[in-house]
């Protein structure tokens, strides 16, 4: 199985950053704790539906954003490390939510239920 345990999230002012961080450990099937998956962020606010924020192929790089963060945030993630990243920037209230990474067995996909690992979540409040 593969854990993964968020970091990074906290209070910030409308226009702040934040960098979130994802740390993974254990194995997959593959033998590598993301080998050619993709890694994900997610977030939730209370009482609405999760939706997608950004996702990145572990072993290509590729990227795939939501439209509402786009410009602003950045996913990366360090191979060596077995760590995932997510740069926000312009912070807005409307993006206040606890963000979850997660880890799907195909690349590059932006539909939760494809997604096969999760954390327990970060959260972040940007303030106005």
């Known amino acids: 199985q593969v854990q993964l345990v968020e970091s990074g999230g906290g209070l910030v002012q409308a226009g702040g950053s934040l960098r979130l961080s994802c740390a993974a450990s254990?194995?997959?099937?593959?033998?590598?704790?993301?080998?050619?998956?993709?890694a994900g962020w997610f977030r939730q606010a209370p009482d609405k539906e999760r939706e997608f924020v950004a996702a990145?192929?572990?072993?290509?790089?590729?990227?795939i954003y939501a439209d509402p963060v786009k410009g602003r945030f950045t996913i990366s993630r360090d191979n060596a490390k077995n760590t995932v990243y997510l740069q926000m920037n312009s912070l807005k209230p409307e993006d206040t939510a606890d963000y979850y990474c997660?880890?799907?067995?195909?690349?590059?996909?932006?539909?939760?239920?494809?997604?096969?690992?999760w954390g327990q979540g970060t959260q972040v409040t940007v303030s106005s």
């Open positions: 254990g194995r997959s099937a593959s033998g590598r704790t993301f080998g050619s998956s993709t």
């Open positions: 990145i192929s572990w072993s290509g790089g590729g990227t």
């Open positions: 997660a880890v799907a067995g195909s690349t590059l996909v932006a539909t939760d239920t494809r997604y096969d690992y």
